[in-house]
């Protein structure tokens, strides 16, 4: 039925359909300066971390990344959860991060409260997600209240993967997994024992300190969290270190943010009607010139999506599928905003020709 093509969705129809898609995402503007960022763009961590932190962005990073343990502990995880992609003969699309970057790149299934709820290509050697794809079933409430978590967010994101962690660690916390709350009574042997092969959530703090003025980066979601609003689970699930990558303040709450609203109302007509399934993926990409995060974790010079849907019930009436892309930097006054493509179009500018 479907003509197998591109790499993200490997649908053959959606590059016509892209063109109709370009209407409901149109040139997309940050917030005006001075503009009150709304309800859906607190994506950030204030009051969340140690402001005392010192967070600084390096050239490169500090220490080497024992990437053969790190390939192996993963292999070890769970990584099926094809369900999140569209084609589930051809689950997970290959890196974009380059050919000598395979065994750097970790397929993470990730559960919560029981389910799956979304499948990330971790990278890490960044330590930061290549992509999280999340298929979207559910009307999310616009008002942007929701489940999201409250004070206890950092609680959240200092959760560690635990797969990903020593073998004396995953011994001990065996009965916790995947994502592990570890007692703050045991936090020097979380940092020690789980730092290697993931960004832990410590690697961001003193990253944004709003009375300082210190806007470096946010923790940025890949799979967003505000799509989830009417599901605690699914919500709690994206506040995990490994849904996360540095992220420009002013672009969180800016363009992306403006972008993620729209996909949101998309998902609101979509789920008008029954059995329908929205699939976005949500990526970073990288250039030789990133600079890293306390020289631990990539800051990613991009960020993109992919939206797809295959039609009201899977069958094709009002499918689309589109592209987008957008620097992850401060300037917001920049020409670049976001770009908007065909999923061809991205595919081309993500993995070349
Ligand atoms: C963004 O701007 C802040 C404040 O001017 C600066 O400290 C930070 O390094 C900038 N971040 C990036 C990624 O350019
Ligand atoms: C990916 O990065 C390259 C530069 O390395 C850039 O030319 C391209 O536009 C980027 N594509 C996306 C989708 O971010």
Redesign the pocket.
């Known amino acids: 039925m479907y003509e197998h093509k591109g790499k993200l969705f490997a649908l053959g129809f959606l590059g016509v359909a892209a063109v109709l898609v370009y209407v409901w995402v149109p040139r997309i503007h940050p917030i005006e300066e001075g503009g009150e960022a709304d309800v859906y763009s607190a994506e950030d961590d204030l009051a969340e971390s140690n402001s005392n932190a010192e967070c600084n962005?390096l050239d490169k990073p500090v220490e080497e990344v024992p990437i053969t343990e790190c390939s192996k502990r993963c292999s070890k995880m769970k990584q099926d959860c094809k369900q999140f992609f569209v084609d589930v003969d051809k689950p997970w699309p290959p890196s974009s991060y380059g050919d000598s970057s395979r065994s750097e790149s970790c397929k993470i299934c990730q559960t919560q409260g029981g389910e799956e709820r979304f499948a990330t290509l971790y990278n890490i050697k960044y330590r930061i997600p290549e992509y999280t794809a999340a298929a979207i079933t559910r009307k999310p409430k616009d008002d942007g209240g929701g489940n999201r978590p409250g004070g206890n967010r950092i609680t959240l994101w200092r959760r560690v993967q635990l797969g990903l962690c020593s073998e004396t660690f995953r011994k001990k916390y065996q009965s916790c997994s995947p994502l592990c709350e570890v007692p703050i009574s045991d936090d020097k042997m979380r940092v020690k024992e789980c730092r290697d092969c993931q960004a832990l959530s410590e690697d961001l703090d003193g990253c944004k300190v709003l009375e300082k003025?210190?806007?470096?980066?946010d923790r940025g979601h890949l799979d967003p969290s505000e799509i989830n609003n009417q599901d605690k689970a699914a919500m709690e699930a994206t506040f995990s270190m490994i849904n996360m990558a540095p992220q420009?303040?002013?672009f969180n709450n800016g363009a992306w943010n403006t972008l993620e609203r729209k996909i949101m109302q998309k998902a609101g007509d979509i789920f008008n009607n029954k059995n329908n399934v929205l699939y976005i993926i949500t990526g970073t990409n990288m250039t030789k010139e990133d600079?890293w995060v306390k020289g631990r974790v990539l800051?990613p010079s991009y960020y993109w999506k992919a939206v797809c849907y295959t039609g009201k019930d899977g069958a094709g009436t009002g499918a689309f599928g589109v592209g987008v892309y957008g620097l992850?930097?401060?300037d917001t006054k920049k020409k670049d905003d976001l770009e908007v493509v065909s999923l061809s179009k991205l595919e081309e500018s993500l993995y070349g020709t």
């Open positions: 962005l003025k210190i806007e470096i980066a420009a303040p002013d600079k800051f992850n930097d401060n």
